[in-house]
């Protein structure tokens, strides 16, 4: 099983960056692809984007793709998504999630460890 933590959510203001960090810990993780989703109210979860332990290969959706980057630090086994041009209709709350798979999954139901979540919130 695969221990994950979020942190870097906050409060900034339309257009500004922030950077979340996903803090793993467990015996197999660095095999597997995780990734970052969001949830806002009312809405399903949606994916963000995803990262390939073993190559580093990525893939994000289209509406973050260009303003959100994902990356991985193998010696602190930490996951990151940094978020510039934020918008208001980024505001949620969001997890990062592991999968037992290799290669790149998008679809929830894909990946079965999830971190307990950080709220980000743009103000206009």
């Known amino acids: 099983q695969v221990h994950l933590v979020e942190s870097g959510g906050g409060l900034v203001q339309t257009g500004g960056s922030l950077r979340l960090s996903c803090a793993a810990s467990?015996?197999?993780?660095?095999?597997?692809?995780m990734g970052w989703f969001r949830q806002a109210p009312g809405n399903d979860r949606e994916f963000l984007a995803a990262?390939?332990?073993?190559?580093?290969?990525?893939h994000y959706a289209d509406s973050v793709k260009g303003r959100f980057t994902i990356s991985r630090d193998d010696a602190k086994n930490t996951m990151y998504l940094q978020m510039n041009s934020l918008k208001p209709e980024d505001t949620a709350v969001y997890y990062c999630?592991?999968?037992?798979?290799?290669?790149?999954?998008?679809?929830?139901?894909?990946?079965?460890?999830w971190g307990q979540g950080t709220q980000v919130t743009v103000s206009s």
């Open positions: 999630a592991a999968t037992q798979m290799i290669t790149i999954a998008t679809n929830p139901a894909d990946f079965y460890s």
């Open positions: 467990g015996r197999t993780f660095r095999r597997y692809a």
């Open positions: 990262i390939t332990w073993i190559d580093g290969y990525t």
